[in-house]
């Protein structure tokens, strides 16, 4: 993170991209507008990678085809991101975001259950913690976008032993009670924990809650994650669903959940107004720590923190569904800060 630069970044971008994929998403963009050709959007996503620091998948989320250059100016890119995340957020704080462990221990009072950290406890302690439960979640210390977690029925583990022994040697050390969701939630996709992505921002006036995205688990999957296929929607501060869900690796939008025909315009999501006090109050608990994307969930028993990420989605909330003039959410931020969003 501290050695990022724009020509760093633009590398690595570079670096993970493809110049088939491009060429798909153009041919792609020009089959759903019919308004550009092809090979004019192809050369336009080039020139947005270069000049604005967005990727493929962006430029076709944000709809950049035709845009006009006040409205590309409103976006929000991951240079600003970074910055912003070096701005705001105190290097010697990073490992509390990184190792999730670490994360579980600071924040012990907002994440409402039990956890263990499975390098630090014996195999009897283990035991007992899965004796306690009926399901726990198991996760790398370094987990990112839902990649490598488990899920173990507890009643289900015929050998309570051997899985401790696995998951040292896998060095999945963060051990944590299971959430039990919301009814209301899990009428939406009972599958997962369907999570609250909620982005605060540290201004002239403290922390300030920036936005809400909804994501859901669609066809069997546990996590609601959009790397690991995961959809998502924006959420108004009320908690009211106005749009349609996006699935991000496919590129469609649902207007009713494919798994439980759950239509989402009209929707509400639960103890909205808590969910926002919680992320507030665990931005004001490590106040080094001023740019924060909190994934929360909402409980049975009310919200609680599931995670935090050090470098909050800026893409997600800028989906061009979400805003009807064409605009993106830099001059939100920028409102928050008090003044221009750095940029590498």
């Not at 845009?67 to 910055?83: D, S, V």
């Not at 990112?144 to 029925?153: A, E, P, Q, S, V």
């Not at 108004?236 to 996006?246: E, H, P, V």
Request: proline share 4%; charged share 25%.
């Amino acid at each position: 993170m501290g050695k990022d630069n724009k020509f760093t970044v633009l590398l690595r971008r570079v670096k993970s991209g493809s110049v088939s994929k491009m060429w798909n998403f153009a041919k792609d963009i020009h089959k759903e507008k019919k308004k550009y050709p092809t090979a004019l959007i192809f050369l336009d996503m080039g020139f947005c990678i270069f000049k604005y620091g967005i990727g493929y998948q962006e430029y076709r989320g944000y709809h950049f085809e035709g845009k006009n250059i006040r409205l590309r100016r409103t976006f929000m890119t991951m240079n600003h991101n970074i910055a912003l995340t070096r701005e705001l957020n105190q290097e010697d704080k990073y490992p509390i975001l990184k190792d999730k462990t670490i994360f579980m221990e600071t924040y012990k009072d907002f994440v409402g259950r039990e956890f263990l950290n499975l390098s630090k406890c014996s195999a009897d302690e283990f035991k007992s913690f899965v004796g306690r439960h009926d399901y726990i979640i198991c996760k790398p210390a370094d987990n990112f976008g839902g990649l490598g977690i488990r899920k173990y029925i507890c009643s289900e583990i015929e050998d309570v032993d051997a899985l401790y022994k696995e998951l040292l040697e896998n060095k999945i050390y963060d051990i944590e009670e299971g959430i039990h969701q919301h009814p209301e939630m899990s009428r939406l996709y009972p599958g997962s924990i369907n999570t609250l992505r909620m982005a605060t921002v540290r201004g002239e006036n403290g922390p300030q809650f920036f936005y809400a995205i909804l994501r859901m688990g669609v066809g069997g999957s546990f996590t609601d994650n959009a790397t690991s296929g995961g959809i998502y929607t924006y959420v108004r501060r009320d908690g009211l669903l106005k749009f349609d869900a996006y699935a991000e690796k496919i590129g469609v939008y649902y207007d009713k959940h494919p798994d439980t025909g759950v239509t989402f315009k009209g929707y509400k999501v639960p103890m909205m107004k808590e969910a926002i006090e919680l992320a507030i109050k665990a931005a004001e608990h490590v106040p080094e720590l001023g740019y924060v994307g909190w994934d929360i969930a909402i409980s049975d028993k009310g919200p609680v923190i599931v995670e935090g990420n050090d470098i909050p989605g800026y893409d997600m909330p800028q989906n061009s569904a979400w805003h009807k003039k064409g605009n993106g959410i830099l001059p939100g931020v920028e409102k928050i800060l008090g003044h221009k969003c750095p940029k590498l």
